[in-house]
């Protein structure tokens, strides 16, 4: 509850990638100043590039965060952000100026890859040791294989795998734990040699995409159970509710377009069930005849109220009412760009929720490029921010021009009483005029925690 009461959001991290763009310059992390009260509100105010080109810089975590606070001596001040192609793990100081945050450590891929067998790193989650817990999508020859590289919380030095015994998962993804109930559970998106270079849909079928949850004893370290949630699914994002005595949560299945709810069974067990399924719609002039929505992230608000997640494809962001975990109630939505706008190159045909076409979204005269992709929701629940890139090679494949304009961050504002949502026609961070050129901006985060990054014990 404290949490939801912590200081308004001045300042977010997002990192903006080059890969892909046809630029020749290293991704950075961007500095962007969300204050209404500032001079600089909407605009990057700091740069930091990486030291090489071509790592995809993707998701990032914290060194410590609620899951370790009862601790005095650990601070929030160092911004883990592994690189999801090169397989470099940078570790990013925002202590010493939060505003100017500078590069602290670099852990070299191959110590990735000799020390734990293990590239593709994508979630980091500090752990209440004091360490960090990274999940990986593949070995480092890019072959599934879904395990978890430990740093040290002071040295960010390489300990080794957190996961033990034989068992292991075909791919991995994202991740979340809950030592309550003695569980970490992981998702799987594909093998990263396969996803490497775009989506192909003679891909599907042939197991190259997830559809399972992997479920973790938590304090053994071993692989125990896995659900499947259908093939082709591709579950990404993994929320628990943030009370950490609820032994439940959401995942957001991009492919199959599906949210299902997982759960413990009183067998002490843990299954899945589907709550949400967005239909696909039938489609001219597209890669296939049925668009997915494409569910690409999903969070939970601080009080565990409701559930946001975005239609990478469809274009619209949803708010969905889960006081009644089971049932979600959808109480929001807005189209904030997408693949189905009037007057672009795909007809639909038939479409099970909508009468007609979304208009093409513009803000302050730049109509927007992609559709939503990464969210983060401030700690009151009342703003949710939203980027439009996903990953470089499937941004150039689906949407050609968010590559060339580069992509955006938005904000929506939030009616927290009934539900709803609308674009605040006022904010916008346009990556399409970096200095260096058109960039991907990709995930966002506050530098107090979010919903997103925070465990609570």
């Keep these: 509850v404290s949490a939801s009461q912590g200081p308004r959001e001045e300042i977010v991290y997002v990192p903006c990638i080059y890969r892909n763009t046809g630029r020749k310059k290293p991704d950075f992390l961007a500095t962007v100043d969300v204050d209404p009260k500032s001079p600089r509100y909407c605009q990057v105010i700091h740069r930091l590039p990486m030291p090489n080109v071509g790592d995809e810089l993707h998701h990032s975590g914290w060194n410590a965060c609620s899951s370790c606070f009862g601790d005095a001596t650990k601070k929030r001040n160092r911004l883990i952000l592994p690189s999801f192609i090169s397989s470099r793990i940078y570790v990013v100081d925002v202590g010493t100026d939060p505003r100017a945050p500078r590069l602290f450590k670099v852990v070299n891929p191959e110590d990735v890859f000799w020390k734990c067998n293990l590239g593709y790193p994508h979630t980091s989650h500090c752990l209440g040791s004091s360490e960090i817990m990274i999940s990986a999508l593949g070995d480092p020859a890019g072959n599934g294989k879904g395990g978890f590289i430990l740093l040290d919380g002071e040295t960010f030095e390489i300990k080794g795998n957190w996961e033990k015994g034989d068992k292991m998962p075909p791919m991995g993804y994202d991740f979340w734990y809950q030592p309550r109930h003695n569980v970490l ?115 939970i608000s601080l009080d565990d109220r409701f559930l946001y997640f975005s239609n990478w494809l469809h274009g619209d962001i949803r708010q969905y009412d889960i006081s009644d975990t089971r049932r979600p109630k959808l109480v929001g939505q807005v189209f904030v760009g997408g693949s189905i706008t009037k007057g672009g190159p795909v007809t639909v045909c038939r479409d099970e929720e909508l009468q007609n076409q979304p208009d093409p979204f513009s803000i302050k005269g730049k109509r927007v490029p992609g559709g939503p992709q990464m969210i983060q929701l401030s700690l009151d629940g009342k703003r949710l921010y939203v980027t439009t890139s996903l990953y470089s090679a499937w941004d150039r494949q689906f949407y050609p021009d968010l590559v060339r304009d580069g992509s955006v961050l938005l904000q929506l504002d939030v009616d927290t009483e009934r539900g709803g949502l609308k674009v605040n026609e006022s904010f916008l961070v346009d990556f399409g005029k970096e200095p260096d050129g058109p960039c991907l901006a990709h995930e966002i985060r506050y530098p107090g925690g979010d919903c997103t990054s925070d465990i609570w014990l």
């Design 185 to 299: 559970i992981s998702t799987e998106w594909g093998i990263p040699k396969c996803l490497g270079y775009g989506f192909d849909p003679n891909d599907l079928k042939k197991g190259r995409y997830g559809c399972r949850l992997n479920v973790w004893d938590w304090s053994t370290h071993s692989y125990i159970q896995a659900i499947d949630v259908g093939e082709d699914a591709a579950p990404l994002e993994i929320r628990f509710l943030h009370d950490p005595a609820a032994a439940e949560g959401y995942v957001g299945c991009t492919i199959s377009s599906a949210i299902h709810r997982f759960y413990k069974t009183e067998r002490g067990d843990w299954a899945a069930e589907k709550v949400i399924q967005v239909p696909s719609k039938k489609v001219d002039g597209w890669l296939l005849p049925d668009m997915p929505g494409f569910i690409t992230d999903i969070l």
